[in-house]
């Protein structure tokens, strides 16, 4: 039989999770249903209320999500939000695992590595500081395409969100770096490192200008969709070492 804390360990390993105690996600199991028997474990984005019912629907007895329920002390009172939250979990007896930087950063399974190869990037390495933490990577395409083809590119990412871009830098594009999610201010370190474009979720006021006084090119494909691949490596990584059934769910957030 395999258990929450068995899956939860296994992950714990595999992403490194002691060399992010600077993270404020408390990434590892937040909740346990210790007498669970795990059979199929369903995969996402957001710890979403709208996720565990899909994920309950399809037969889940846990729950694996890049931004989970727990951060910091968030969960020192159960009320409102929290109550409903984490009562739909414990009332259905489901599992629920977390993992945020270690996920953005790993080499492998990470949201960031993904994205590069997805781009077709080469040369791919580490890049970009997030909270004191390496999380993203950088790349480079062995022949310069427009920055309009790059953008074509991201748009043909298996997931689409809100797109943005800012074509405020070279026409041409050789060097990309990449930070999922909510890391435009992290654009003025593609600026320093002399990358062509930076790749990210979201974009800001403070990012707008940035570019523009940077002469920056930055696109932004979407939080949610910047941060699918991640749990999708998951999904499969666990499915090759357990015997359980395990899936990914996509609520296509445009955001």
Known sequence: MIFPSDIAQFLDAELNL???????SNNGLQVDAPYTEVKKICFGVDASLDFFKEA?????????VHHGLSWGDSLKRITGVNYKLVSYLINNN???????????AHPIYGN?????????LTNIQPFGEYHGMTIGFKGEYPTPISIKDFCMKVRE???????NALGFGKKEVKTVGIISGGAADCVEQAAEAGLDVYLTGEVNLQAFNLCRHLE??????????TECGGVKQLSALVRNNFDVETEFIDLSLQF
Do not use: I, Q, W
């Not at 960031?112 to 077709?120: F, K, M, P, S, V």
């Not at 920056?216 to 969709?225: E, L, S």
């Open 18 to 24: 002691d060399a992010f105690k600077a993270d404020s």
């Open 56 to 64: 309950r629907a399809r037969g889940a007895d846990m729950c694996v």
């Open 94 to 104: 489901m599992a629920l695992y977390g993992v945020h930087l270690p996920l953005d």
């Open 112 to 120: 960031n590595a993904t994205l590069a190869r997805e781009l077709g």
């Open 157 to 163: 990412l298996p997931h689409r969100g809100n797109f």
């Open 216 to 225: 920056m090119n930055m696109v932004a494909a979407g939080h949610y969709a």
